[in-house]
C-alpha cells in the first residue's frame, strides 16, 4: 500500500503557488489593452514566471493610473522608450521577458489563494561607456 499524507484542497493550494517576495523571470504570453469595470485604461498582461523547475501562468493587470508598477514594468521589459514618449500599448509589451516579484492573493469565498505579481523588477542601468580614444598625450 503507497503512503501518503491526506490534504485538504486549500492545503494542495497552497503547496502549489509560489512563495510571496520569490523574484522570478517573467514572460508575456499575450498582451491586450482593456478597460477596467470602473472605466480605466489598463493593459491585461498574462505573465509565466518561472521557478524552480516549473512555472505558473500570472494575469496582471496594469492600470496606467497605478503609475509605479506601470513605470516599473515598461522598464523591465525594456519598454522605457515607448513609456517616456508618453505613448504605451499593448502591442509595445509584445512577447518580452523581464523580472518581477510574486505576491500571494488571500482565497476569498469564490476563489482559492493564487499567485499575482506584486511588483516589477526594473531592468540595471545601462554601464557608462567610455571614450578610451582621447588622445592624451603622453609624454615621458
Known amino acids: 500500500m503507497a503512503k501518503f499524507i491526506a490534504k485538504t484542497y486549500d492545503q494542495i493550494n497552497a503547496e502549489s503557488l ?11 504570453i499575450e498582451a491586450t489593452d482593456a478597460v477596467s469595470s470602473t472605466g480605466n485604461d489598463m493593459i491585461v498582461l498574462t505573465l509565466k514566471a518561472y521557478h524552480g523547475e516549473g512555472h505558473k501562468i500570472i ?5 496606467f493610473k497605478f ?7 515598461c522598464d523591465s521589459f525594456g519598454i522605457l522608450d515607448a513609456y517616456n514618449s508618453e505613448n504605451v500599448s499593448a502591442e509595445d509589451f509584445g512577447t518580452r521577458s523581464g ?3 510574486i505576491g500571494i492573493q488571500a482565497a476569498s469565498d469564490k476563489y482559492d489563494a493564487k499567485n499575482v505579481i506584486s511588483s ?3 531592468r540595471p542601468a ?4 567610455v571614450d578610451l580614444d582621447d588622445e592624451i598625450p603622453l609624454d615621458f
Open 126 to 129: 545601462e554601464p557608462t561607456k
Open 120 to 122: 516589477y523588477v526594473p
Open 99 to 101: 523580472k518581477a516579484i
Open 59 to 63: 494575469k496582471d493587470y496594469i492600470l
Open 18 to 28: 509560489i512563495p510571496a517576495k520569490t523574484e522570478c523571470d517573467v514572460e508575456i
Open 67 to 73: 503609475e509605479y508598477k506601470f513605470r516599473t514594468a
